[in-house]
């Protein structure tokens, strides 16, 4: 039975810093798609980054609102989907999930899909001003 859990999350400052983490179990962490999401009440889901790991090595994808605060990393070793977030602002204030997808392609359309293999339950991020 495949299983993500997400941890990480808390309540921090505006400009601070956090990274979650995503410990998958039950499948193999190499030839995949995983995706980092996150919804604050209210408002559409929203891809933040996603992470290919297959034949051709290792790709990042990140949704242009993203880039430059958000950066995705995963460790083998540690079974492991890394989310690390900086300068944080209120309006990153959300849920943030993480996905597994077991086939590597579409990495990059990923990011705005709503079909995902599996779903972690959710890490609560909350930025204060």
């Known amino acids: 039975q495949v299983q993500l859990v997400e941890s990480g999350g808390g309540s921090v400052q505006s400009g601070g810093s956090l990274r979650l983490s995503c410990v998958v179990s039950g499948t193999a962490m190499s030839n995949n798609c995983m995706v980092w999401f996150r919804q604050a009440p209210g408002r559409d889901r929203e891809g933040i980054a996603s992470?290919?790991?297959?034949?051709?090595?290792?790709?990042?994808y990140y949704a242009d609102s993203m880039k430059g605060r958000f950066t995705i990393s995963r460790s083998l070793a540690e079974r492991t989907l890394y989310l690390q977030m900086d300068s944080l602002k209120p309006e990153d204030t959300a849920m943030y999930y993480c996905?597994?997808?077991?086939?590597?392609?579409?990495?990059?359309?990923?990011?705005?899909?709503?079909?995902?293999?599996?779903w972690g339950q959710g890490t609560q991020v909350t930025v204060s001003s």
């Open positions: 992470i290919q790991t297959g034949a051709g090595g290792i790709m990042t």
């Open positions: 996905t597994l997808n077991r086939s590597p392609w579409n990495c990059f359309e990923r990011l705005s899909s709503s079909s995902q293999d599996y």
